[in-house]
Every structure is written in C-alpha cells, then in structure tokens.
C-alpha cells in the first residue's frame, strides 16, 4: 500500500497574487519560481472583510462567517459599547485538523489560533497571541522555543517611529520563526505542517510603496525581506514528496493607500451618527439619536433599541434604516472620486447561525481608499503612516497535488476553498 500523501501549507499573509507573479519571474524569488512551475497558480478572492482574523478564520474552517462568528478583530461585548476582541474558543467551528482525527499536525503561526488548545499534534499560536506559554501546545516545546529565540510577532510599533528598527526587527522575527519551522518539523510526527508567515503584511503596510517604486530608498529592504522567505520555501521544498499536497496561499492581497476615509465621520456628516465624548476602549461615544456606527474595517452596525444602551431603531426598522445607509455611503466621494467599490447587506454576504452577530452591511472601497472605524476623527479624509492597505480580490493560491487535476481547481476561488482541497489532497 502507497505511503499516505502528507500535506504542506504555507501562508504569506496579506501577499498579492501580483507579487508573487513579479517576483517569481524577475529573480527575486527563484525557489518560488521553481515551485509554481509544479502546480497550479490562481487569483484568490478574500473574506469580506478582507481583514486577517476573517480570512484565516474562512481558510482553516472552510465556512463563511456566519457560521464561524468572526467578522473582525474587535466587536462589541453584547448589551454594550464595551469592546471585546475575539480569540480561538470564539471560533464556532472547527479548524480542519480537529475533524481529521487520525491524522496529526503541526500549526505555526496561523492568526486566529490563540491561546492554543489540545490537539493531534503541536500547536504555536499567531497574531494575536499575547504570551509564547499560552501559545503553545504541549507545554514542553516552550523551553525549545525559547532556546531558539521565537518570537510571537514583530513590534509593529516601531514601524511608526523608526523604520529601520522595524525593519532589523522584522528580520529578526523571521528567522526566529525559520529556527522554529526547522525545529518542528524535524521533530515532530506530522501529517499536516501549516506554517504562516505574518511579518509580509506587517512590512506591507508600512513599506508597499517599496514594492510600487523600485526607487524608493527601502526598496532593496523590502526586496530582500522575501528572498529570506524564498530561501526557506526552497528548503521546505525539499521535504515535500512526490504525492504529497502542496499549497501555498494568502488571506488578502495588497495595494497602496492614497486615503483614509473616516466612515463614521461620513455616517456623522449624512446624519446618522452623533458623537458625543468619545474614549480609547469603547464606543461610548455613540450619542442618543445615533442610527448608524461603525467599527474597524467599514462594518455598519445599526443601533437597535434592545441591542446597544442608546438603541433607538427599533428592530422592525433596521433593513430600512440600513438601506438609507447604504444610500448615503455609496454617494460618498472626495475630490469628486467615489470611495465605495460596494456596500454589501449581512444577508448578501453571510448564511448560518451566527448571523445574528453579523454588521448589517459591510464596504468594499474603491482602490486607494482604506476605510476606517475610528469614532472620534474630526475630518472624513485623514492620513496615517501606513502606505499599504488590504485589497479583498488579488490574494494568491497555488495547489500542488497528484490527487487534485488542475481543471478542478476553483478558477477563481476564495479563501473558502482552501479547506475542501486540503482534504481532497490528503485523501489521495
């Protein structure tokens, strides 16, 4: 009898398919040119919202948030303007390795998978793992990663002051976690090893006019960042055998941001919102009247009575007050520019139990336009330090299987799929 096929998995978070075409053909990627030579290379659409905790939540689960309850790093705790933020025993369903019971997996850093919890198999936890003692399962790799040096993730906080330390950092970071894939690999019994790389969407949205601008004084930085990340994948490689499953994937693509549009300022300027004394840790500031609020990144939320503490739409009202919304915000422009690609109903995007919990509609933005949630901006158009933001239709998926014909590879998938050819491509 053949040996069982084994499955190889590698996510480069927040990496556009347009990347990766670039760089596996110009030289800056050779492994991974070589790679993509093996299989098959599509387009990959994301999760709405095309945010991380959504689209790894839709990839490891193969269901769409209404039935998995993610939509976002940060809601609201129910009955308040409290904010709470989601971690792994939120997730209500299960990850694909949970429901393979005969076969045993290695996870690093997938986002989402935080704390850690007892499986088949070992476990390091992703963004936004808060501790390496609560991200590890068993208990008795922590002294080894230590020993290594692993890190969680890079300070981001750098970034906003000091480029250069993010960047040292950054590297820093990858090759702790290399130390850490090489580690596991090679010590633990596994069927499935899932390895992410989280640092790509760090730099990205910091430094994607890098990537743009071949001129720009970080571009070699940025260049060089994934020829590390090629040199292990040319490693990696060397483990994967003939009949084994191959897929490489990210959740969102990536593009550059021109502007940052303040959506509850727009919701204040249409009249649905009224901002009364905002805080850091919560949506106190949603006044009496308030119809409308959103959170990170453009989810709309009505202010139903019964459901928030100033509610003051009745539940019979809420289609009708979102599609006044929806009105308004699709009129929205800058510079005589529309911002809003598409404004989305729950009922349009999500099905299944946890609809409830869903934003009544969701924004795509036009590109060059990031939408943001905060409460308390005082203009519609604003400017960060990020230069990158999230795009939900360029993320990337390559698939690598004797079992799986390139004709029955999704032509244009989304982050959905990935859990159904990964069982496909076990199967055999």
């Known amino acids: 009898m053949p040996p069982r096929p084994r499955a190889v998995i590698v996510g480069l978070d927040g990496v556009p398919h347009r990347l990766i075409e670039r760089y596996a053909s110009d030289g800056t990627m050779p492994n991974l040119g070589a790679i993509l030579a ?9 999760s709405i919202p095309e945010i991380s905790c959504v689209a790894w939540s839709t990839i490891i689960t193969g269901r ?3 039935v998995h309850g993610i939509y976002g790093f940060m809601n609201l705790r129910p009955g308040t303007y409290q904010f709470s933020f989601p971690a792994f025993g939120d997730l209500k369903a299960p990850p694909f390795w949970e429901e393979m019971p005969d076969t045993r ?5 997938i986002p989402g998978t935080y704390p850690a919890r007892t499986m088949n198999g070992v476990t390091v936890s992703g963004f936004v793992a808060l501790d390496l003692a609560r991200a590890t399962y068993p208990k008795h790799l922590i002294p080894e990663l230590e020993r290594l040096g692993y890190r969680i993730d890079v300070d981001a906080a750098k970034g906003h002051s000091d480029i250069d330390a993010f960047l040292r950092d950054l590297d820093a970071t990858l090759e702790a976690r290399i130390r850490a894939a090489r580690f596991l ?6 069927d499935i090893f899932f390895l992410a790389f989280t640092g790509t969407d760090r730099l990205s949205h910091f430094l994607f006019e890098a990537f743009e601008n071949d001129a720009h004084p970080r571009a070699g930085a940025f260049r060089a960042h994934f020829k590390r990340i090629d040199g292990y994948l040319g490693e990696l490689y060397e483990t994967v055998g003939a009949d084994d499953l191959l897929v490489l994937l990210s959740d969102h693509g990536f593009d550059l941001v021109e502007t940052e549009i303040n959506v509850n300022r727009a919701l204040a300027d249409a009249g649905f ?10 949506f106190e500031g949603v006044g ?7 959170l990170d990144p453009a989810r709309i939320y009505v202010n139903l009575r019964g459901r928030y503490p100033r509610g003051c739409v009745d539940p019979g009202d809420r289609e009708r007050v979102a599609r006044d919304v929806a009105g308004a915000l699709q009129d929205l422009s800058v510079n005589g520019r529309p911002v809003i690609r598409s404004v989305f109903s729950r009922e349009e995007l999500y099905a299944g139990s946890r609809i409830a919990e869903a934003p009544d509609l969701v924004l795509l933005p036009r590109r060059g336009f990031d939408l943001k949630g905060r409460l308390a901006a005082p203009a519609l158009v604003s400017r960060g330090v990020f230069t990158g933001m999230h795009t939900h239709d360029d993320a990337f998926l390559f698939v690598r299987s004797s079992a799986i014909p390139p004709s029955e590879i999704p032509a244009a998938p989304w982050v959905g799929d990935v859990r159904a050819l990964v069982e496909r491509g076990l199967a055999g």
């Open 38 to 46: 093996t299989g098959t290379l599509r387009r990959m659409a994301s």
């Open 64 to 66: 769409n948030p209404g």
């Open 105 to 109: 997996a290695a996870i690093v850093n």
């Open 185 to 190: 690999l090679a010590r633990e019994r596994w």
């Open 273 to 282: 919102l009224k901002i009364a004394s905002p805080t850091r840790d919560s």
């Open 288 to 294: 009496e009247g308030s119809r409308a609020f959103a």
